[in-house]
């Protein structure tokens, strides 16, 4: 029943948990729906929204609101409309858990999703849920709105709050018909330094865990509400069923950052993805002329481009990139060629990135590129692929002598694959970058230098020697006859 399998039943299962948000019977449900959400895909950005989750000694709270619809994420005064009932008809004393992060992908990733529930982050949190009378959960609230949940309380209480932990709340001695304020701040990423994300995750449960525990002994009835500051970052490679942590840019399960500006920009063939690109500035330039910057009309939602010239096949692959009225330039189009050959050194095939042909208007500017490549199975990223020495020069004009109207390319954390593509996420990338870099080697040399000079003045204190022989005031002198 953890497992939400592929294709309609997928589909099936993530409408019916949406059906069931707000929900007031058994609250493993809750944590089920809460599981089945993160597995689905969102209709919305994950990266700006949290979710929220709130449950209650009271039964009679939660289940009147009509569900949110799938994807659609929550404002502040949304949010507010669903918590308002708890706030007027609940316990007075209220309980809020703030993690500085958090992301329905948090539960998906360490909640025991697959089946593994023995290896779940959130044991305490899904017993909380299991017993309580009625519960709420939000996946997906815009992070903005909940940052004025702190607020928003505090005027519905009517006290400031207090910030316990499980330590202090100990001291504590709840009143339930005087309105309490209770806020336990979650640490996550001032944690993930020292500890990895499952790990500060379930440091975070159990911290709620020992904060329920003191509240159910005390028999006070109460509200709890979890949900982020902000939302977290998650990376799938810090999980055990997907292996360890690796440098995969833009694969999938690769790190999510919150923001990230745009998707790749893929090119389809017989209906499939086979060639991918991503970058995060696409421009420009010829002499005297300001830069023409093509991102937003390449990497929208929308974009502008056109890759009906482009191609891809087995052994070879040509992406391009068509604009039309282009402004202060006109019609514009950008070609990547690239090869697919095989090596038997290697023992493997790779691709290559032949050449760069930029035409706008009637002047045509190519570039022949001798260090773009990769394994086959893989993607190429690099910081920069331009044909300004000052960025790496990865672009050589075809041309001994560039005409006065040639114009310079500038691709800004660039990352391409044209062969081995599987859907719209990128394999592991090959980056340019060199293993060791320049900082590397000043270090190494440096290092080695101070450990010549510390062995070299060890030697010296070591060789030292020391008079053998000393002269006794109450004996004979020492004579040492001139010959020696």
């Given at each position: 029943a953890?497992?939400?399998?592929?294709g309609?039943?997928?589909r099936?299962v993530?409408?019916?948990?949406?059906?069931?948000?707000?929900?007031?019977?058994?609250?493993?449900?809750?944590?089920?729906?809460?599981?089945?959400?993160?597995?689905?895909?969102?209709?919305g950005?994950?990266?700006d929204q949290?979710?929220?989750?709130?449950?209650s000694?009271?039964?009679?709270?939660?289940?009147?609101q009509?569900?949110?619809s799938e994807?659609?994420v929550l404002?502040?005064?949304?949010?507010?409309?669903?918590l308002?009932p708890a706030l007027?008809?609940g316990?007075?004393?209220?309980v809020l858990?703030?993690?500085d992060?958090?992301?329905?992908?948090?539960?998906t990733?360490?909640?025991?999703?697959y089946?593994?529930?023995q290896?779940?982050a959130f044991?305490?949190l899904?017993?909380?849920?299991?017993s309580s009378a009625?519960s709420?959960?939000?996946?997906?609230?815009d992070?903005?709105?909940?940052?004025?949940?702190?607020?928003?309380?505090?005027?519905?209480?009517?006290?400031?709050?207090?910030?316990v932990?499980?330590?202090?709340?100990?001291?504590l001695?709840?009143?339930a018909?005087?309105?309490s304020?209770?806020?336990?701040n979650?640490?996550?990423?001032?944690?993930?330094?020292?500890?990895?994300?499952?790990?500060?995750?379930?440091a975070?449960?159990?911290?709620?865990?020992?904060?329920?525990?003191?509240l159910?002994r005390?028999?006070v009835?109460?509200t709890a509400?979890?949900?982020?500051s902000?939302p977290?970052?998650?990376?799938?490679?810090?999980?055990?069923?997907w292996g360890?942590?690796?440098?995969?840019?833009?694969e999938?399960?690769?790190?999510?950052?919150?923001?990230?500006?745009?998707?790749?920009?893929?090119?389809?063939e017989?209906g499939?993805?086979?060639?991918?690109?991503?970058a995060?500035?696409?421009?420009?330039?010829q002499?005297?002329n300001?830069?023409?910057?093509l991102?937003?009309?390449?990497f929208?939602?929308?974009p502008s481009?056109?890759l009906?010239?482009?191609?891809c096949?087995n052994?070879?692959a040509?992406?391009?990139?068509?604009?039309?009225?282009v402004?202060?330039?006109g019609d514009?189009?950008?070609t990547?060629k690239?090869?697919?050959?095989?090596?038997?050194?290697s023992?493997?095939?790779?691709?290559?990135?032949?050449?760069v042909?930029v035409?706008?208007?009637?002047?045509?500017?190519?570039?022949n590129?001798?260090e773009?490549y990769?394994p086959?199975?893989?993607s190429?990223?690099?910081?920069s692929?331009?044909?300004?020495?000052?960025?790496?020069?990865l672009?050589r004009?075809?041309?001994a002598?560039?005409?006065?109207?040639?114009?310079?390319l500038?691709?800004t954390?660039?990352?391409?694959q044209?062969f081995?593509?599987?859907?719209v996420s990128?394999?592991?990338a090959s980056?340019?970058?060199s293993?060791?870099?320049?900082a590397?080697w000043?270090?190494?040399?440096?290092?080695?230098?101070?450990?010549?000079?510390l062995?070299?003045?060890?030697?010296?204190?070591t060789?030292?020697?020391?008079?053998?022989?000393?002269d006794?005031?109450?004996g004979?002198?020492?004579?040492?006859?001139?010959t020696?």
């Amino acid at each position: 029943a953890w497992w939400v399998g592929a294709g309609a039943g997928r589909r099936h299962v993530t409408e019916r948990a949406a059906a069931l948000t707000v929900t007031t019977t058994m609250a493993a449900s809750v944590w089920l729906l809460l599981l089945a959400l993160g597995s689905a895909p969102s209709g919305g950005r994950g990266t700006d929204q949290v979710p929220l989750l709130a449950w209650s000694t009271d039964g009679t709270l939660f289940g009147s609101q009509a569900a949110p619809s799938e994807g659609h994420v929550l404002s502040g005064l949304q949010m507010a409309a669903y918590l308002n009932p708890a706030l007027a008809k609940g316990p007075k004393t209220i309980v809020l858990f703030l993690q500085d992060k958090l992301s329905v992908d948090d539960f998906t990733a360490y909640g025991g999703v697959y089946g593994n529930r023995q290896d779940s982050a959130f044991p305490s949190l899904q017993a909380a849920l299991d017993s309580s009378a009625s519960s709420l959960v939000l996946p997906a609230v815009d992070w903005r709105a909940a940052t004025t949940l702190l607020p928003t309380l505090q005027v519905a209480v009517g006290a400031g709050p207090l910030y316990v932990d499980q330590l202090t709340i100990r001291e504590l001695r709840l009143n339930a018909s005087v309105p309490s304020l209770l806020v336990v701040n979650l640490p996550y990423t001032s944690t993930s330094i020292l500890l990895r994300p499952k790990e500060a995750l379930t440091a975070n449960d159990n911290i709620m865990g020992k904060v329920l525990e003191v509240l159910k002994r005390e028999g006070v009835p109460f509200t709890a509400v979890l949900t982020g500051s902000r939302p977290s970052r998650v990376s799938v490679g810090d999980t055990d069923q997907w292996g360890g942590p690796a440098r995969r840019l833009l694969e999938v399960g690769a790190e999510v950052e919150a923001g990230a500006p745009h998707p790749p920009l893929a090119f389809n063939e017989s209906g499939r993805p086979c060639i991918l690109l991503w970058a995060s500035s696409l421009g420009l330039s010829q002499a005297g002329n300001p830069r023409t910057d093509l991102t937003n009309l390449t990497f929208s939602p929308q974009p502008s481009v056109s890759l009906a010239d482009s191609h891809c096949n087995n052994h070879s692959a040509q992406l391009v990139l068509s604009y039309s009225n282009v402004e202060k330039v006109g019609d514009v189009k950008i070609t990547f060629k690239m090869t697919n050959r095989w090596y038997a050194v290697s023992g493997r095939s790779w691709f290559t990135l032949d050449q760069v042909e930029v035409q706008a208007g009637a002047d045509v500017t190519a570039f022949n590129v001798t260090e773009v490549y990769a394994p086959s199975a893989y993607s190429f990223s690099c910081y920069s692929l331009s044909d300004q020495p000052r960025s790496g020069a990865l672009l050589r004009p075809s041309a001994a002598a560039p005409s006065p109207t040639a114009w310079s390319l500038h691709v800004t954390d660039i990352q391409i694959q044209a062969f081995g593509v599987k859907g719209v996420s990128f394999s592991y990338a090959s980056d340019c970058a060199s293993f060791f870099t320049p900082a590397i080697w000043m270090g190494l040399l440096t290092s080695l230098l101070m450990l010549f000079i510390l062995t070299y003045g060890l030697h010296m204190v070591t060789s030292l020697k020391t008079m053998d022989r000393f002269d006794d005031p109450k004996g004979p002198s020492i004579s040492v006859p001139q010959t020696e």
